[in-house]
């Protein structure tokens, strides 16, 4: 049977900056989608790039809100549409109003969370009601953390045949350890600036809020380690608004994947300080640098009590409980001191993976969830 869905995504640009056999086929923001292809499901990406949709060629449309009229006309077209987030709640919503009821059972809402803890009284009663309303007309609402799960069927009275559970799983055979890795494959894809950096050990710091950036200077302040920063956000001038740092800083955006999972491969251990409490924030990156073996260090929230949940066996990974520089800074003198544990980390980090979160059982969960709400 064929399916063909449409897929929403937010800064997503379908172009590959170079071409390599086994370059991940979607963004790595957003890696559940990749292998539904495979699985007899004809995905429409519809964000940025130049993707074909029917014959016709889609280019660079996502303005934000501004492209709600279009993305109707997109939903009319389609029996079902992934689309993340608000924009999506907010969409199905809207199904409610009798002009509008064509979008009802329609929409795959992507979830990342039910309700951020830090708008206003006003914003958090307005989305209430979105998110009410959104959950009751979608047609199906994807989560990859187990308690958003619980919270929706609690709060908002979420049925269980619309929810389908899927943890953003990783391209285990693109993201692997350098170890892994052919000779002349090393280097393929990474700029010179990159390579002239790494030449000095340095630790990598993955999310894209930004979370007291004062905080990191006084982590690495003294460590002798310099700085490699992967965010969506270009403005580095934050870095250094209160104290500008003792150490060198590569603060890097819109990287390829082969320089992502380079500087993965070669850093000494990856730091997790975003706020994480409300919603898995810096799940992906995370994840890619557990697959390339790389030893984290991050603070509780969400995304430990997932893995947590998941792994059921040893922590693949360093949890700190309560921000603090002094204690974060005790975690890596701790893998400075101990590179038997060091290594052990890493290969405890991949092995969860492997186990856990290889895309191709994600991509599994989600065609076959599809598939059947298809016939």
């Known amino acids: 049977m064929k399916v063909e869905v449409a ?10 900056s170079r071409e390599f056999s086994i370059v991940p086929q979607y963004s790595q923001s957003y890696p559940f989608i990749q292998g539904l292809e495979e699985r007899g499901i004809r995905v429409s990406t519809l964000d940025g790039g130049e993707v074909k949709l029917d014959g016709r060629e889609i280019s660079d449309w996502w303005r934000g809100y501004l492209s709600v009229p279009k993305l109707i006309r997109i939903i009319n077209k389609h029996r079902i549409v992934f689309i993340w987030s608000t924009l999506g709640v907010m969409l199905s919503a809207l199904s409610e109003l009798p002009f509008l009821n064509f979008l ?34 979608c047609k199906a609402a ?36 350098k170890s892994e890795i052919l000779d002349k494959e090393k280097e393929y894809g990474v700029s010179e600036q990159i390579l002239e950096f790494v030449k000095k050990p340095y630790i990598v710091v993955s999310g894209d809020q930004l979370r007291s950036e004062s905080d990191i200077i006084e982590v690495l302040d003294g460590l002798n380690f310099s700085l490699v920063r992967l965010t969506q956000n270009t403005h580095i001038e934050y870095f250094w608004k209160n104290k500008k740092p003792s150490f ?29 409490s409300w919603q898995p924030a810096g799940w992906t990156a995370i994840t890619e640098a557990m697959a390339c073996g790389l030893p984290v260090i991050m603070n509780s929230g969400l995304v430990t009590e997932e893995i947590n949940r998941l792994s059921f066996t040893k922590k693949p990974f360093i949890e700190v409980n309560g921000f603090s520089s002094a204690n974060i800074k005790e975690k890596i003198y701790t893998l400075v001191k101990d590179a038997e544990y060091k290594n052990k980390l890493g290969l405890l980090a991949r092995n969860f993976v492997l186990e856990k979160l290889d895309i191709n059982k994600s991509a599994d969960l989600v065609s076959n969830f599809i598939k059947n709400l298809s016939l």
């Open 248 to 276: 060198p800083v590569f603060c890097v955006s819109h990287l390829n994947p082969f320089e992502v999972r380079y500087l993965y491969q070669n850093a000494f251990c990856c730091l997790n300080l975003v706020d994480n």
């Open 104 to 137: 009802k059972d329609k929409i795959i809402l992507v979830l990342f969370y039910n309700h951020n803890p830090n708008h206003n009284l006003l914003k958090k009663i307005l989305l209430d009601k979105l998110m009410y309303f959104g959950l009751k007309n």
């Open 142 to 177: 994807l989560y990859m953390l187990e308690k958003h799960i619980k919270e929706a069927k609690s709060i908002y009275a979420l049925d269980d045949k619309k929810i389908v559970y899927c943890p953003a799983g990783v391209d285990v055979v693109f993201f692997k350890p």
């Open 7 to 16: 897929v929403v995504v937010p800064n997503y640009s379908s172009k590959k």
